[in-house]
């Protein structure tokens, strides 16, 4: 068998040296990752600590009761799914490519429907966070503020930008894509 048939592993090239030049290369010895001494420690180091852990976790005071630290990680969340990183990660997508004409120049949006960089997915998710959270503050916030004239005017922000944010997002899949996207209108209303 030649060298391409065997893996880098130990026991691979064991065999492969054993195989090619006749030679018995004896047990592979592995020590184990954790030693003894290491793994008292962190035995004791457990078992000073718990105390204080119960404690916490009794009382409700550890990261896991806070609400903020929950809204954080679902907006963490929310950003990774819109923005397509798992597709961006497991595929190596690049963030940029170099513009081929000129040296210098780096391409954020690459205008074919068969290949999405990396900040496109970034611009994309960030526009879907914006709406998200404006939709968050008028439904959660804005209900709790006294004065009209203020909800009002906060409403119409919120839906302005909110409706700017689409409306790039529409562009950007139009401008990519070449495929308008058009708003359906019964013949009743016209």
Same mark, same amino acid.
């Given at each position: 068998?030649?060298a391409?048939g065997y893996?880098?592993? =130990?026991?691979s &090239?064991?065999?492969?040296?054993?195989?090619?030049?006749?030679?018995?290369?004896? *047990?592979?010895?592995r020590?184990?990752a954790i030693?003894k001494? &290491?793994?008292? =420690?962190?035995?004791?180091v457990f078992?000073?600590?718990?105390?204080?852990?119960?404690?916490k976790i009794?009382?409700g005071d550890?990261l896991?009761?806070?609400?903020?630290m929950?809204m954080t990680?679902?907006?963490?969340?929310?950003?990774?799914?819109?923005?397509?990183?798992?597709?961006? @990660?497991?595929? #190596?997508? *690049? &963030?940029?490519?170099e513009?081929r004409?000129? $040296?210098g120049?780096? @391409?954020f949006?690459y /205008?074919?429907?068969?290949? /999405?960089?990396?900040?496109?997915?970034?611009a994309?998710?960030?526009?879907?966070i914006?709406v998200?959270?404006?939709l968050a503050? &008028?439904?959660?916030v804005?209900?709790?503020? #006294?004065?009209?004239g203020a909800?009002r005017?906060l409403? =119409?922000?919120?839906?302005?930008v909110?409706f700017? $944010?689409?409306?790039?997002?529409?562009?950007?899949?139009?401008?990519?894509t070449?495929y308008?996207i058009h =708003?359906?209108?019964p013949s009743?209303w016209?």
């Amino acid at each position: 068998m030649d060298a391409s048939g065997y893996s880098r592993g =130990a026991e691979s &090239m064991k065999e492969f040296v054993e195989a090619n030049v006749e030679v018995n290369v004896g *047990p592979i010895h592995r020590p184990p990752a954790i030693s003894k001494k &290491m793994m008292a =420690a962190i035995g004791g180091v457990f078992l000073i600590w718990s105390p204080f852990l119960v404690k916490k976790i009794v009382s409700g005071d550890t990261l896991l009761h806070d609400k903020y630290m929950w809204m954080t990680g679902s907006i963490f969340v929310y950003f990774f799914s819109v923005s397509g990183t798992m597709h961006s @990660i497991i595929r #190596k997508v *690049p &963030m940029y490519l170099e513009d081929r004409n000129d $040296a210098g120049k780096m @391409i954020f949006f690459y /205008q074919a429907s068969g290949m /999405q960089l990396g900040t496109e997915g970034f611009a994309v998710g960030f526009l879907y966070i914006v709406v998200g959270l404006l939709l968050a503050f &008028m439904t959660h916030v804005l209900v709790c503020v #006294k004065d009209r004239g203020a909800q009002r005017l906060l409403m =119409a922000l919120g839906l302005i930008v909110s409706f700017w $944010a689409v409306k790039k997002v529409i562009y950007l899949d139009n401008w990519k894509t070449g495929y308008g996207i058009h =708003a359906y209108w019964p013949s009743s209303w016209m």
